[in-house]
Structures are given as structure tokens and as C-alpha cells.
């Protein structure tokens, strides 16, 4: 990648190197300065935007953008900007652990952050700066833009948190109030135990600081962080795929395909809705900051790069612990078949090798941390009960054969026309075996497809890390970067390929729209994950016998295919696109104020499990029972007993059950139960009362 020699030349001399210093100085104080105006202005519309993008680039973006120049900056401002998000969720793990061997509190964290940043800022500003070329920057500069229009319509979705938002929104809020004594400040029971998925609750911790920031409540932070964050996503996608492709047209195209996989095909803004969500943040930033970095060190990047790669590992493993492992699994197909596509080329393989281990050192280190709390799960060694509530859990996504099981190619095709496509594309990386982005579309394919199909492969994935996490390693098909790759090949037709895209995606669109029911009714189609599994086989072959590859289309030709292909898919998704629908058994504001001012922090609040659910996530409370799919099936926390006991209060009214649990208060829902209790009311209203039991 060609860099112009002036800015070379000039960045080399002193005046270079102190008006660059000068200039990330500047950028560096922008954030906080944009935050301290936003926090003058109105909490809701323009102002709320404001709050939050500054925030958010405080904690997310600037301790690590510090610690990455300190470092030595990658080339590709995507890769450092990958490797800034590492760093500072690395910086925020320490602080959370800091902080809690202090007993402190969320404001001990942002002090410790802010000391970690100003730490940094020295050896950083003394650093000799590194040029990038003009042509990322503009690609990156359209990718951004194009984010910030499709997280307008993020935020205009969201105007509710509903699901697994609770769940979350539950140890944001404790963490943005309560001092942090220990890990178990967080739970919903106070007699609970830990989740093995949050244990280290750090992107909490990171949401917790972004509301504190913004001086908003930890709701409204949660409910529109997914669009602040939907443009970032983005720009990590290009990132990853650029370093993969070595071009930004084949960032632009990964890109348009990851928008058009985990968004458009989705009917409306998809996964993006879900940004705030641990799961969707390993998937949507984490995976492609971390995938970025080492296809950078595989091309020739920095040694020390092996230092960001094994901070996102670890990041990703604090914010959701299997993604770690299921990351490393294409990536070991990738250096496998690296190694046997381009012998000559020994030296990539023991780079790919050094940033395998990065990956799998950090997140193996939290895995043995983690082993006694997973211990603890039903869900972990499973007997012959559990296996069979599990698979009667997934029936359709699951087939069971001769005793074993496997994944259903239809649940793999599952996600719509951009799934179908890259299943279809794979084969085709034949053609151009010799390249890197070749191996790891190849390699990954074809590691993960015969994981997942092979019943005796997935029957010992799935007692390693349970049947719910193991039909996930599917989410990790190299989907993005094979549809990348196929309109790099098809852009060598230029416009005609630009057309066959383009009614490919609208063919694909009309007859394989995705189903994303959560039990599946129909799913995709098979064939094309068995093509995709034997094309990938067949191609390896054939890449190691003919070693000879075709030319691309180039960069411009190959986002253009991209674009178009995607572009039916986004249209289909566009107009189903609606708000929230409004959640009904939402507490009333009334009920909320009283569970803040006359209930204490740290109580335990009574109630039925699904006005439990939500008292847990809008006060920092603790409650005494939730639904069980939405709580840890641990020992400690008995979901399906205190469900029991929920449903028994709620039928016989005997004090001696919330007694039991310890709680001060009772919460009734005067709409579903005509349960009435001779104790002082604290508050009512037409929907709930609030009884006080101690």
C-alpha cells in the first residue's frame, strides 16, 4: 500500500513530529471538551447525542487511542483505531479490578482511568507519528458518515428496553450507584451467585461510566448507546476486512456485508439494536477490532501488535467468554491453510501462529478463573435430564443422529440472503488460493462448518462449552469477508458484475429472506452449507496442487459489487423498519421515584417475575425472584425454586415466603393480581402498590 513521500519526508523532521503532537493533542482534549458542552445543553435530542458520543469516546476510545500511539500506532488507522477500543477496555478492566479491592465506586474507576490516560499522554506525545494513506482515510471517512445516517434510525427505533436489556441494565445501574465491596454487588439476588457468561462485569462497568459521564440516567444511556456505538461498528468491520484484503475496497465491501448480515436482513436495524447487549458488543465490535489486529500482524505488521492482539482477546473474554475461543477457531483454520497454500511465505504462518497464542493466552487464563463458577451451572456436565431439556430447549436447530448431535444446516442458513451468499461464495476462494483473504475464507469455513455438522465434533463442543453457547460458533463464518472476496472476483466484470450483484441480491432476498424466530419453524436452505463445506474442502485441495491465482478487480470495482448486492437487502430491511413496541408490563414513574427515594440501595424487593425483573433494572435493588431464562442456573441463585415461590406468594399471600428471602418490600401489580396485603402502602397507584413488610 503506497504511502505519498511528502507527508514521509515531513513527518520525519522535528517540525513534523511537533505540529503532529500538537495535532493529537488537540484531538485528544476535543472529547472532553465536546462532552463538557453537551453537558450544557438539554438531556433529550441534539443535546442527548451529544452527551453520549462525547462520553462514549472518553471511555471507549480515548485512554486506549493514548496508550496506542505511546505504543507505536499502526500504519491503518483502522487497525489503531481496533487496537484503541483494546486498549481501553483493557485499561477499563483493570480499573474495575483496582476498584474493587478498594471498595470504591464508580467514581474511583473514572479516576483511575483518567490517571491511566494522563500516564500515557507523555511517552505518546514524545512518539514519532506514522503516516497513513488518503484513500483509507477517505473510506473510512465515508464508512463513518454512512454509520452515523443508519444510527438515525437506530435511535428512532429504540425507545424501549425489553429481553436480555433488563438483565443488563440491572448491573449497569448497580455499578453506576452502589459501592463495589465485591463481584457479587452486581446480581440481582442478594443471595445469589455469579453469572458465569458477567462474571467480570467490565462492559457494564464501561456503560456504568458513559451514564456518569453524560449525567444521564443508566436507562436512557443503555436505550440509545446501540447508536452511538452502530458507526464504530462499522468502521471495525471495514477495519478488518482492509487488513485483510489489503485494500479498502474489499474494508468498504466487508463492511456493506456485515451491515447487510447483522442489520438489514434482520427486517429493520437488526442486531444493531442490540449494541448495548455483551453479546451483540463481542460480536459486532470486539470480534472484528481483534480479527483486525491480527490480520494486520499477518501482513506484516509491528511485533509488539501481538500486545493489542492479546488486549482485545482478553477483552473479548471478559465480555463474553466463549466468543474468545469461537474466534480462535477460524483463525486456526486460517493458519492451517495458510501454511499449505503459501509455503513460501513460512514466515506468515509463524506470525498467524504468535497471534493465535496472544489470542488463546488471555482468554484461557479467564477461562481457568472462571471454572469454578461455571462449576456450578446445571448446564455444565449435564446428566441425562438436563441433555434432554436442552435439546427439547432448541428442537429444529438441533438433529439428533444415532445418539449424537449436530447443528441443523438450516439453522446455519438461517440469516437470509447475505448467509446464502457468502455459503455460496466460499467455493469460489479457489480461484484465487495464493491469497491471504483466500485461507482465512477457506480455512474458516471449513473448520466451523465441520465442527458443527460432525455429530461426534459437536457433541464434544457442546460439553465443553454447553449446547446454548456451541450452536453460537456459527455467528464466527467468515460470512462478511467471503462475500468481500466474491465481488472482488465479480468486480472484474465491472458494471456487468456491479447488475449480476445486483439481481443476485434481490433474487436471494425474494426467496431466502431469513427467518430469526427464536424456535426455528423453517429455517434456510441446506444445500448451500454442504456446498460450502465441500466446496471449501475441494478448494484447499485444488489451491495446494495449482498455486495460481486470478487478479481482482481492484478496490473501487470491488465495493461497488459489494454495494450493489447488499443494496436489495437493505431496501427489504428498510421497510419493515418500526419503533419498539411499547413494553407492557413497564413500571409507572411513580412506582419508579418511590423505588429510588423510599426503598434503600441494597434492599430486597418482593414481586411477581416479571415486575421483578424490571424493579431490578430501574432501581439498585435486589430482588427475589426473575425469570429463569433470564438468570444463571446456578446452585446459589435456584431460579426455578424461587419461581415457585413467586408463583405460590402470589396464590396464598403468606408473608413467610418473601420473609424468607429477606425482603423489606413487596411490590403488587394490582392489574394481574388481586392480592391485597394489611401492610403500610409507601405507594400506589392504578397499576402497583408498594407494600412496606419491614
Same mark, same amino acid.
Given at each position: 500500500?503506497?504511502?505519498?513521500?511528502?507527508?514521509?519526508?515531513?513527518?520525519?523532521?522535528?517540525?513534523?513530529?511537533?505540529?503532529?503532537?500538537?495535532?493529537?493533542?488537540?484531538?485528544?482534549?476535543?472529547?472532553?471538551?465536546?462532552?463538557?458542552?453537551?453537558?450544557?445543553?438539554?438531556?433529550?435530542?441534539?443535546?442527548?447525542?451529544?452527551?453520549?458520543?462525547?462520553?462514549?469516546?472518553?471511555?471507549?476510545?480515548?485512554?486506549?487511542?493514548?496508550?496506542?500511539?505511546?505504543?507505536?500506532?499502526?500504519?491503518?488507522?483502522?487497525?489503531?483505531?481496533?487496537?484503541?477500543?483494546?486498549?481501553?477496555?483493557?485499561?477499563?478492566?483493570?480499573?474495575?479490578?483496582?476498584?474493587?479491592?478498594?471498595?470504591?465506586?464508580?467514581?474511583?474507576?473514572?479516576?483511575?482511568?483518567?490517571?491511566?490516560?494522563?500516564?500515557?499522554?507523555?511517552?505518546?506525545?514524545?512518539?514519532?507519528?506514522?503516516?497513513?494513506?488518503?484513500?483509507?482515510?477517505?473510506?473510512?471517512?465515508?464508512?463513518?458518515?454512512?454509520?452515523?445516517?443508519?444510527?438515525?434510525?437506530?435511535?428512532?427505533?429504540?425507545?424501549?428496553?425489553?429481553?436480555?436489556?433488563?438483565?443488563?441494565?440491572?448491573?449497569?445501574?448497580?455499578?453506576?450507584?452502589?459501592?463495589?465491596?465485591?463481584?457479587?454487588?452486581?446480581?440481582?439476588?442478594?443471595?445469589?451467585?455469579?453469572?458465569?457468561?458477567?462474571?467480570?462485569?467490565?462492559?457494564?462497568?464501561?456503560?456504568?461510566?458513559?451514564?456518569?459521564?453524560?449525567?444521564?440516567?443508566?436507562?436512557?444511556?443503555?436505550?440509545?448507546?446501540?447508536?452511538?456505538?452502530?458507526?464504530?461498528?462499522?468502521?471495525?468491520?471495514?477495519?478488518?476486512?482492509?487488513?485483510?484484503?489489503?485494500?479498502?475496497?474489499?474494508?468498504?465491501?466487508?463492511?456493506?456485508?456485515?451491515?447487510?448480515?447483522?442489520?438489514?436482513?434482520?427486517?429493520?436495524?437488526?442486531?444493531?439494536?442490540?449494541?448495548?447487549?455483551?453479546?451483540?458488543?463481542?460480536?459486532?465490535?470486539?470480534?472484528?477490532?481483534?480479527?483486525?489486529?491480527?490480520?494486520?500482524?499477518?501482513?506484516?505488521?509491528?511485533?509488539?501488535?501481538?500486545?493489542?492482539?492479546?488486549?482485545?482477546?482478553?477483552?473479548?473474554?471478559?465480555?463474553?467468554?466463549?466468543?474468545?475461543?469461537?474466534?480462535?477457531?477460524?483463525?486456526?483454520?486460517?493458519?492451517?491453510?495458510?501454511?499449505?497454500?503459501?509455503?513460501?511465505?513460512?514466515?506468515?504462518?509463524?506470525?498467524?501462529?504468535?497471534?493465535?497464542?496472544?489470542?488463546?493466552?488471555?482468554?484461557?487464563?479467564?477461562?481457568?478463573?472462571?471454572?469454578?463458577?461455571?462449576?456450578?451451572?446445571?448446564?455444565?456436565?449435564?446428566?441425562?435430564?438436563?441433555?434432554?431439556?436442552?435439546?427439547?430447549?432448541?428442537?429444529?436447530?438441533?438433529?439428533?443422529?444415532?445418539?449424537?448431535?449436530?447443528?441443523?444446516?438450516?439453522?446455519?442458513?438461517? !440469516?437470509? &440472503?447475505?448467509? $446464502?451468499?457468502?455459503? *455460496? @461464495?466460499?467455493?469460489? /476462494? #479457489? =480461484? +484465487? %488460493?495464493?491469497?491471504?483473504?483466500?485461507?482465512?475464507?477457506?480455512?474458516?469455513?471449513?473448520?466451523?462448518?465441520?465442527?458443527?455438522?460432525?455429530?461426534?465434533?459437536?457433541?464434544?463442543?457442546?460439553?465443553?462449552?454447553?449446547?446454548?453457547?456451541?450452536?453460537?460458533?456459527?455467528?464466527?463464518?467468515?460470512?462478511?469477508?467471503?462475500?468481500?472476496?466474491?465481488?472482488?472476483?465479480?468486480?472484474?466484470?465491472?458494471?456487468?458484475?456491479?447488475?449480476?450483484?445486483?439481481?443476485?441480491?434481490?433474487?436471494?432476498?425474494?426467496?431466502?429472506?431469513?427467518?430469526?424466530?427464536?424456535?426455528?419453524?423453517?429455517? !434456510?436452505? &441446506?444445500?448451500? $452449507?454442504?456446498?460450502? *463445506? @465441500?466446496?471449501?474442502? /475441494? #478448494? =484447499? +485441495? %485444488?489451491?495446494?496442487?495449482?498455486?495460481?491465482?486470478?487478479?481482482?478487480?481492484?478496490?473501487?470495482?470491488?465495493?461497488?459489487?459489494?454495494?450493489?448486492?447488499?443494496?436489495?437487502?437493505?431496501?427489504?430491511?428498510?421497510?419493515?423498519?418500526?419503533?419498539?413496541?411499547?413494553?407492557?408490563?413497564?413500571?409507572?414513574?411513580?412506582?419508579?421515584?418511590?423505588?429510588?427515594?423510599?426503598?434503600?440501595?441494597?434492599?430486597?424487593?418482593?414481586?411477581?417475575?416479571?415486575?421483578?425483573?424490571?424493579?431490578?433494572?430501574?432501581?439498585?435493588?435486589?430482588?427475589?425472584?426473575?425469570?429463569?431464562?433470564?438468570?444463571?442456573?446456578?446452585?446459589?441463585?435456584?431460579?426455578?425454586?424461587?419461581?415457585?415461590?413467586?408463583?405460590?406468594?402470589?396464590?396464598?399471600?403468606?408473608?413467610?415466603?418473601?420473609?424468607?428471602?429477606?425482603?423489606?418490600?413487596?411490590?403488587?401489580?394490582?392489574?394481574?393480581?388481586?392480592?391485597?396485603?394489611?401492610?403500610?402502602?409507601?405507594?400506589?397507584?392504578?397499576?402497583?402498590?408498594?407494600?412496606?413488610?419491614?
Amino acid at each position: 500500500m503506497a504511502v505519498l513521500s511528502a507527508p514521509v519526508r515531513l513527518y520525519r523532521t522535528g517540525l513534523g513530529r511537533i505540529g503532529s503532537s500538537a495535532l493529537f493533542l488537540g484531538l485528544i482534549a476535543s472529547a472532553p471538551a465536546v462532552l463538557a458542552l453537551g453537558r450544557l445543553l438539554p438531556a433529550h435530542g441534539p443535546g442527548l447525542v451529544v452527551r453520549l458520543s462525547a462520553a462514549t469516546a472518553c471511555v471507549l476510545l480515548l485512554p486506549g487511542g493514548i496508550f496506542v500511539r505511546a505504543l507505536g500506532r499502526p500504519a491503518a488507522f483502522g487497525v489503531a483505531l481496533a487496537a484503541s477500543l483494546a486498549w481501553s477496555m483493557a485499561a477499563l478492566a483493570g480499573a474495575l479490578a483496582i476498584t474493587l479491592a478498594l471498595d470504591g465506586s464508580i467514581g474511583t474507576m473514572l479516576w483511575l482511568l483518567g490517571g491511566f490516560s494522563v500516564v500515557a499522554l507523555v511517552p505518546a506525545l514524545l512518539r514519532a507519528p506514522v503516516p497513513s494513506e488518503q484513500s483509507e482515510r477517505l473510506a473510512l471517512a465515508g464508512v463513518a458518515s454512512v454509520g452515523a445516517v443508519f444510527a438515525g434510525a437506530v435511535w428512532w427505533t429504540a425507545n424501549t428496553i425489553h429481553g436480555d436489556g433488563l438483565f443488563h441494565l440491572a448491573r449497569v445501574r448497580k455499578l453506576e450507584t452502589l459501592d463495589l465491596s465485591s463481584l457479587n454487588v452486581v446480581d440481582e439476588f442478594r443471595d445469589g451467585g455469579l453469572h458465569p457468561g458477567y462474571a467480570f462485569p467490565v462492559w457494564h462497568a464501561g456503560v456504568a461510566l458513559v451514564a456518569r459521564l453524560a449525567n444521564v440516567d443508566s436507562a436512557t444511556a443503555f436505550e440509545h448507546l446501540p447508536a452511538i456505538l452502530t458507526p464504530l461498528a462499522l468502521v471495525l468491520a471495514y477495519a478488518a476486512g482492509a487488513a485483510l484484503f489489503r485494500s479498502w475496497g474489499g474494508g468498504i465491501a466487508t463492511a456493506a456485508a456485515q451491515a447487510g448480515l447483522l442489520g438489514f436482513s434482520r427486517a429493520g436495524t437488526g442486531s444493531f439494536d442490540f449494541l448495548a447487549l455483551p453479546p451483540t458488543v463481542a460480536r459486532a465490535l470486539l470480534a472484528p477490532a481483534l480479527l483486525a489486529l491480527v490480520f494486520s500482524l499477518a501482513a506484516g505488521g509491528r511485533r509488539r501488535g501481538v500486545l493489542s492482539i492479546g488486549a482485545a482477546s482478553l477483552a473479548l473474554a471478559l465480555v463474553h467468554p466463549t466468543y474468545a475461543f469461537f474466534v480462535a477457531v477460524p483463525l486456526i483454520g486460517f493458519l492451517v491453510a495458510r501454511a499449505a497454500l503459501a509455503t513460501r511465505r513460512w514466515h506468515e504462518a509463524v506470525g498467524l501462529a504468535a497471534a493465535l497464542a496472544a489470542v488463546l493466552l488471555p482468554a484461557g487464563l479467564y477461562a481457568l478463573w472462571l471454572k469454578p463458577i461455571v462449576a456450578k451451572t446445571a448446564s455444565h456436565a449435564p446428566d441425562a435430564v438436563e441433555r434432554a431439556r436442552s435439546i427439547a430447549h432448541y428442537a429444529g436447530q438441533i438433529d439428533v443422529i444415532g445418539g449424537s448431535l449436530r447443528l441443523a444446516p438450516e439453522t446455519i442458513s438461517r !440469516g437470509g &440472503a447475505i448467509v $446464502v451468499a457468502g455459503l *455460496l @461464495a466460499v467455493p469460489f /476462494a #479457489a =480461484l +484465487v %488460493a495464493p491469497r491471504r483473504w483466500a485461507a482465512y475464507v477457506l480455512g474458516g469455513s471449513f473448520t466451523i462448518l465441520a465442527l458443527v455438522l460432525l455429530p461426534w465434533a459437536f457433541d464434544h463442543l457442546a460439553d465443553a462449552v454447553s449446547l446454548s453457547q456451541a450452536r453460537r460458533l456459527v455467528a464466527f463464518l467468515p460470512i462478511p469477508f467471503a462475500v468481500a472476496g466474491g465481488a472482488s472476483l465479480l468486480g472484474r466484470l465491472r458494471l456487468a458484475g456491479c447488475l449480476v450483484a445486483f439481481g443476485l441480491g434481490g433474487a436471494l432476498q425474494l426467496v431466502y429472506p431469513g427467518e430469526f424466530s427464536y424456535f426455528l419453524v423453517v429455517g !434456510g436452505p &441446506a444445500w448451500p $452449507v454442504w456446498l460450502a *463445506l @465441500a466446496g471449501s474442502a /475441494a #478448494a =484447499l +485441495v %485444488a489451491g495446494m496442487v495449482v498455486r495460481r491465482g486470478i487478479r481482482d478487480g481492484g478496490p473501487v470495482w470491488t465495493a461497488a459489487v459489494a454495494l450493489a448486492l447488499t443494496a436489495p437487502v437493505a431496501a427489504a430491511g428498510i421497510a419493515y423498519l418500526q419503533q419498539d413496541e411499547p413494553d407492557s408490563y413497564r413500571l409507572t414513574p411513580g412506582l419508579v421515584r418511590a423505588l429510588r427515594t423510599d426503598v434503600r440501595p441494597r434492599d430486597v424487593v418482593f414481586s411477581d417475575l416479571a415486575t421483578s425483573y424490571r424493579i431490578a433494572g430501574y432501581a439498585p435493588v435486589y430482588v427475589a425472584a426473575a425469570p429463569p431464562a433470564h438468570v444463571a442456573d446456578t446452585k446459589e441463585n435456584r431460579p426455578y425454586q424461587r419461581r415457585l415461590d413467586a408463583i405460590k406468594f402470589f396464590r396464598t399471600g403468606n408473608l413467610a415466603i418473601p420473609r424468607r428471602y429477606g425482603a423489606e418490600w413487596i411490590v403488587v401489580a394490582r392489574r394481574r393480581f388481586e392480592l391485597k396485603l394489611k401492610l403500610p402502602r409507601a405507594y400506589e397507584d392504578s397499576r402497583f402498590v408498594l407494600y412496606r413488610l419491614a
